[in-house]
């Protein structure tokens, strides 16, 4: 199974630890992005990658897990015309965008296809009792449905716990155990 990321910051990077750690073998991981040091408490990246491309320092994180995994690294932003060709040889796309819009553009230029997608809503502040999933179509959505970045400070646990649902959930559907 080949799990597609789009946006691997907070998010994105924590999922894709998790599937390296548990033996997914094929990822697509697509970001513009640099690391940055006002992220490092709460995206899988460290000190020494700060300045240096988010996709060339999660393979490189993610093969210290996992040597043989297999990761296609795609340096862009994501348009809705990009989704369906970028994301083709992937059965589960990941959504760990930031912006709503971008959630809400890849969500939707995936809904008719057969690609399960894994989303979050909802991921800010401290309170993590309220985080659940909802399935809506070939589409799960795990958060707590209320909180925003703009409203609420990024908690690092709470992010790290919705990016292990999440990974469960693309692991569920690739029959891993």
Known sequence: MKVGIAGIGGIGSNVARHLAQAGVQELKIVDFDTVEAANLNRQFYTVAQVGRKKTASLAENLQAISPAISIDQVEQQIRREDVAPLFADCEVVVEGFDDKNL??????ALAATDKTVVSASGIA????????????????????????????????????????IMAGIVLQKGGYE
């Open 125 to 164: 502040g401290k309170d993590m009792s309220g985080v659940s999933v909802r399935t809506i179509a070939n589409c799960h959505i795990v958060g707590d449905f209320i909180s925003d970045e703009k409203d609420f400070p990024l908690f690092p646990p709470k992010i790290a716990m919705v990016a292990a």
């Open 103 to 108: 959630k809400s553009m890849l969500i939707t």
